[in-house]
Every structure is written in structure tokens, then in C-alpha cells.
């Protein structure tokens, strides 16, 4: 969804040059999340007229980061030579959800005209009406039609009846959040606290990145809890609220640190590796230089300390390289992407399958009555792609639920169960409540992940990462493919004790040693590909038709076609081309069949004699060397062989070929399609 960025340099001197430089390419990077306008808030030209010698400048524009970036060179005002020693900027995408795409609309928000507080917002503020309502009674006016404009509005309401001057910036930060429901991570920059950052989050991401030459004092950062607003034990108080230099990073007396605050660590990597998640209602404030995390009150079994972590990921994994788009790029990385999630894993030579984050509770999930799968969009695809393999080798029961319906419905949900929550992002909105409903429930919640650090790792019992590697495109291909594999190696682990399956399971662990190999051969297919989608572009409509394993392709191709292309698209099952679907069949209709030679041959050889019967024009992809099937196809897309439960990975990669080469001929960015975001982190 809208992407956040923020930059603090104490005691580091940079232009107005630099830090625009620094802040646009905080948002370039994040351009992928998906948006429709950008804006940035920096120090203005130094008025000592003004209540605290400085003044905040807002630039905000519809359309991409490059039309903001050219806007900064415009103002006149702007003295891009001058230099700061301190300042702290902010910048963001929006994503539009409240009023449209406007520069009005977009971010950063402010109290008044004067700028004396403004904010940047990733989520959905749920009872912004009821404040906007009360604000307006007490003489504060509205500019936008957000729902993030009541929140400095809110924080300038309590600073002007602010008890007394001595109340901190984080303070005021805390009495605001406290009246806000819904999900939100939030940066706050007033005139009032010049040089001063606050942060915020719940239910969406935020991490901090700090980058020093000197050595920082500590990497467990211990939380300071408002003794003021809760009570407990006094010891325990006494143990947790001291407000010493041990509960921050200290860089040492004056000396230089640089702060980066984004929603994505993809931000931040190119400045730093070192970076602290915040958990859901933590308060980062930097003073001086120094790092402290707040809290209002402490839960029971809450980590009292933050951990700086350094991350492992590389700045070219997030380069485009020689592809056209991120896409493109990871469609063809999927032989290294499904090796990385194996590796370590898989032990070829005793077929032994462990994946270390649920070996501890395997036990329990073996002895659990049934399987919840949960996700949305493309984990979702995942999850049905494997659901019949997993029954096959765990003989339980499998519910694939998709998570916004599964909330809907307040599905019944047992001690004994075992949830899964599949995310490619760990922050998607429904999913993440999902698993809090299933955890309020007794369930045991396993996550299914791509991003280290993310909600959902952090919030189940035990997981699996997929080891994807950075998905940048807003179109998933890459992480699917890992988690089909993800979701297989626990199958495996847990079958690897049943006699009777051992055959099954050396099938498949052999075909898992040959996938990467087989993987190559289906992209070396891309000019042929491109050559049909050459024929396809112009249409309107697609239908991609399959059974059995291929179902979840069918789903998962369909979806690419209608991301990225803007075609409507249909993955139909082939079983139910009789009970409507077969009414759309003609000539004009464009139909992809998946027949590949598993349990469901000969069913599917009967749908293409009724697609052909009613002179539709079938291109079919099929295992090679398969006359029967070529014969009645209008073109046909010949795959390498392997055993049924992952052909679906190697039967989705050439439709995540077409929608790439679909779109491209109709003149759409691919990475980021219209309406869309990368990590949907709202409902």
C-alpha cells in the first residue's frame, strides 16, 4: 500500500540537495508498493520571525515519484546549497483510499497552514469521521477528503491544551494514537521539536535503519513503559521506566548518526543493514541523536527489549539488472529462487525433509484433526495448488480458506487445529487478522513468509521463510513458486515416518532435485511465447481452463492475465465447463487448456472435445511429445515432464510469461499496475 520514508541526520552536514536526492530514492525504491502521488516535508529557509527560528516546507504531487522530483527543483525558495547539520525529512506514496488521486490528497498531512505538525500514514484510520466531527466543533478546518488529516490535527488540538510546556513530542504522540482505531504506521515532524523524529505502528510495517561511523552503545534497546497511564507492580516499574542511557542507542556525546524510517527494508538497505521492527503500538523517538522506544503499557509475555538485527539482503537483489522490469527479472530467477528454499532442507541423500522453524512443534501438528490453509490472492492460489498433495501425505483433512471470507464467516476454529498463514509480504491485512482470530482460539499458527522480521513471522507459534529472495513487482511470481515448494517439503516432513508412502514421497523428492533444471527449459519457451501473445494482446477476454493439480495454475494464471493486462480473465475447472462456462465458447473466444498426462488426462481430453466441438481454438500447454493433445490444438505449448503435484510449477511459468509479454505489447507498466499495491496492509 503507500509507502513511507524518512530520513534524520544529527550531527551529519547535508545539503537540501542531499537530502532531496536521499528522500526521492527512499521513494523510488518502495514505487513498487503501488501509488498514485507522492509528496516530501523538509526544513524551509531559516525565519527568525518565526515561533522556533524554522518553518516546514510541503511539496506534494499527483502521478509518479519523477514528477515530484522535478518539482523540488521549481521552488525558488529553496536554497538547494544550503546546508544542515541536523534535519529530519519525511516523504511518502499514496495509495489512494479516501478522496481521490490529488496533490491535496496526498502526504504529508498538516495541522494548519502554518505546518506546525505533519504526518505520514500507511493504513486506514476507521473512526476518522467521529474525530474529523469533534475537530470541527472546536474551530479546526478540513483541506483534504483523507482520513489521515484528522490525525496532526488531532496531535495540534492536544498540544494548544497541552497541561503544561514541558510535554514531549513523543507524549503528545501517545495521547493521539490512544484515540485512533484502525491500522496505521506513522511519522510525525513538527516546528515545535525541530531535529526530533516520532514513530508509530499497528497492524502496518515500520522499521527504523541507523547508520553511524562510531559503534553504537547497544543493539537491545530496552522499552520504556508510561508509568503514568498504567499500574503494576512498583518494582516492576522501577525495572522498566528508567530513562537512562542503556534504554537507547547512544552514538556517543554529539557525535554523528543518520536514521532512516520506511515501511520496506528495500529502502533502506542501500544506506544501512542494521535495522529495528517496531511491534505493534511501540513509539521510536529520536532526541539528540539517541534512539528510545516507548510504550503506554506492557502485556503479559511482551518482549521488553528490541533487537537491531542486520539483514542479509543485497542492494543488486533489488536492481532491475538487464530485464525490461522487476517482473521479468523474477519470473527468470525462479531456478535459483526454488533452490534457495530448499537448500539446507532437503537432504538427497537420506530423502530426509527438515524445516527447522516447525521441527519443534511437529509433534503437535502431527497429532492436530485438521489443516487451515489462509491467504489471499496468490498465497491463496498456493495453497490450493498443494491442498491435495498435503491430504495425500498428511491423510488430514485440508480447509483452504481465502482469509477475507474466512473472517467473514467467524469460521469455527478448534484447539486442535493447525493454521497456516500464507504471505509473501507477512503484513497482509487480512491474513494477519486471521491469525489473530485463530490464535484467540487455541489454535497453532504456523507462518508461511518471504520477509524476515515481518507480523505474521513474528506473531505465530513457528514458521517456514521461503527464501524467495526480494519480489519487487507487484505481480507475485517468484514467491508463489516457493511457497508451492514451501508447502510440499512440509508434506514430505510429515509423511516421512509412514511406510506406505515412501515411494510417493522418493518420487517427488527426486522430482524436487530435477525442478530447477526442468524450470530453465520452460523459460528457454519465452519467443514462443511472446509470438503468441503477439496474437492475444488485442482481445479482451482469456479463458484458462484446467483440473486436478492444474486447478490452482488456472486460478493463479488468470490472475496474473487481469493484474498486469487489464484483460478480463477466468480460471475455470474443467469439470464445470458443462454447467455454464461452455456458453462462451467460439471462435473469438481465446482459450488456454492445461492437459498434462497425471490422473486427470483423459477428463481434460474430454473438455478440448467440447471447446473444439463448438470451433473454439484451443492453445494448450501439454507435457511433450503428446500427439493426441496437439493434434486438436490451435497451438500448444509443449512442457517438460515431472510428477503431478509440481507440474503446476512448471505449467504457471509460461503464463506468467504471457501476462508479462501481454501487458508489455499494450503498453502498461508491469510493475505497477493500476489500483494495485505490493503489501496490501489494510481490509
Keep these: 500500500m503507500c509507502g513511507i520514508f524518512a530520513y534524520l541526520n544529527y550531527q551529519v552536514p547535508r545539503t537540501r540537495k542531499e537530502i532531496f536526492e536521499t528522500l526521492v530514492k527512499g521513494l523510488q525504491r518502495l514505487e513498487y508498493r503501488g501509488y498514485d502521488s507522492a509528496g516530501i516535508a523538509v526544513d524551509g529557509p531559516n525565519k527568525s520571525t518565526d515561533i522556533d527560528g524554522n518553518t516546514i516546507c510541503l511539496i506534494k504531487k499527483k502521478g509518479k515519484v519523477k514528477a515530484l522530483d522535478e518539482e523540488l527543483y521549481k521552488k525558488d525558495s529553496l536554497d538547494l546549497d544550503e546546508k544542515f547539520c541536523t534535519h529530519f525529512g519525511l516523504a511518502h506514496t499514496r495509495w489512494a483510499t479516501h478522496g481521490e488521486p490529488s496533490a491535496l490528497n496526498s502526504h504529508p498531512h498538516r495541522s494548519g497552514k502554518d505546518n506546525e505538525f505533519v504526518v505520514v500514514h500507511n493504513g486506514i484510520i476507521t473512526n476518522y469521521k467521529e474525530l474529523k466531527k469533534y475537530l470541527i466543533t472546536k474551530g479546526y478546518t478540513f483541506e483534504s477528503e483523507t482520513d489521515t488529516e484528522v490525525i496532526p490535527k488531532l496531535i495540534k488540538y492536544v498540544y494548544d491544551n497541552r497541561e503544561n510546556d514541558s510535554v514531549s513530542f513523543s507524549t503528545l504522540v501517545e495521547m493521539v494514537i490512544q484515540q485512533l482505531e484502525g491500522a496505521f504506521a506513522l511519522v510525525f515532524k513538527s516546528h515545535h521539536f525541530p531535529g526530533e523524529a516520532v514513530c508509530t505502528r ?59 524510517f520506511a515501511s520496506d527494508a528495500s529502502a533502506i538497505i542501500e544506506h544501512t543493514n542494521k535495522v529495528l521492527y517496531l511491534e505493534d503500538d511501540d513509539i521510536a523517538v529520536v532526541t539528540r541523536g539517541n534512539l528510545s522506544i516507548h510504550r503506554i503499557n506492557r502485556q503479559a509475555g511482551e518482549d521488553p527489549v528490541r533487537a537491531i538485527q542486520t539483514l542479509q539482503m543485497e542492494l543488486q537483489q533489488i536492481m532491475k539488472g538487464n530485464f525490461h522490469s522487476y517482473m521479468q527479472k523474477e519470473i527468470f ?41 489462509i491467504g489471499c490472492g496468490t498465497s491463496f492460489h498456493a495453497a490450493v495448488a498443494t491442498r491435495q498433495i498435503l491430504e495425500e501425505l498428511t491423510e488430514l483433512p485440508v480447509m483452504v480458506e481465502l482469509a477475507s471470507d474466512f473472517l467473514d464467516r467467524n469460521t469455527p476454529v478448534f484447539r486442535d487445529d493447525v493454521a497456516f498463514f500464507i504471505s509473501q509480504s507477512g503484513e497482509t491485512a487480512d491474513t494477519l487478522m486471521a491469525l489473530r482470530y485463530c490464535k ?15 507480523s505474521i513471522c513474528r506473531e505465530t507459534d513457528c514458521g517456514v521463510h521461503v527464501n524467495a529472495g526480494p519480489e519487487i513487482g507487484v505481480a507475485s511470481t517468484k514467491a508463489y ?26 518420487e517427488i523428492i527426486n522430482s ?51 493484474e498486469i493486462t487489464y484483460m478480463h480473465s477466468e480460471g475455470i475447472l474443467a469439470g464445470e465447463l458443462k454447467h455454464g462456462p461452455l456458453a462462451l465458447i467460439d471462435q473469438d473466444m481465446p482459450v488456454i487448456m492445461i492437459i498434462m498426462k497425471d490422473a486427470c488426462y483423459t477428463k481434460c481430453q474430454n473438455a478440448l472435445q467440447q471447446v473444439t466441438a463448438r470451433s473454439g481454438r484451443p492453445i494448450i500447454l501439454c507435457c511433450q511429445d503428446d500427439p493426441d493433445v496437439t493434434r486438436n490444438a490451435y497451438q500448444t505449448i509443449e512442457l517438460p515432464h515431472t510428477v503431478d503435484c509440481l507440474q503446476g510449477i512448471l505449467s504457471v511459468i509460461p503464463l506468467q510469461l504471457l501476462s508479462f509479454h501481454l501487458a508489455v505489447l499494450r503498453g502498461y507498466d508491469v510493475d505497477c499496475p493500476r489500483n494495485l499495491a505490493k503489501s496490501v496492509t489494510v481490509e
Design 333 to 373: 530467477e525462479q531456478p535459483e529462487s526454488v533452490v534457495n528454499t530448499m537448500r539446507g532442507r532437503i537432504c538427497l541423500d537420506s530423502n530426509a525433509v527438515v524445516l527447522g522453524g516447525l521441527k519443534d512443534h511437529l509433534k503437535e501438528i502431527k497429532r492436530c484433526r485438521r489443516l487451515i490453509m
Design 512 to 562: 524436487l532435485r530435477d525442478l530447477p533444471e526442468l524450470i530453465k527449459k520452460v523459460l528457454s519457451l519465452d519467443e514462443k511465447i511472446k509470438a503468441i501473445a503477439n496474437e492475444l494482446y488485442q482481445q479482451r477476454s482469456l479463458l484458462v481452463m484446467g483440473r486436478g493439480f492444474n486447478y490452482a495454475t488456472c486460478l493463479e494464471g488468470a490472475l496474473k492475465i487481469k
Design 440 to 454: 484467540g482460539r487455541g489454535a497453532l499458527t504456523v507462518g508461511i513468509t518471504n520477509t524476515v522480521g515481518s
Design 481 to 506: 513458486t516457493s511457497q508451492f515448494v514451501a508447502l510440499i517439503m512440509f508434506g514430505l516432513m510429515m509423511s516421512e515416518d509412514r511406510l506406505s508412502l515412501q515411494p510417493r514421497r522418493l
Design 202 to 260: 499497528r497492524g502496518s510495517p515500520l522499521l527504523i535503519g541507523v547508520r553511524s561511523e562510531h559503534e553504537l552503545s547497544t543493539e537491545h534497546i530496552p522499552v520504556q513503559y508510561n508509568t503514568a497511564l498504567f499500574k503494576e507492580d512498583v518494582q516492576e516499574k522501577n525495572s522498566h521506566n528508567r530513562s537512562d542511557c542503556s534504554s537507547e542507542i547512544t552514538v556517543g556525546n554529539g557525535r554523528a548518526v543518520e536514521y532512516y
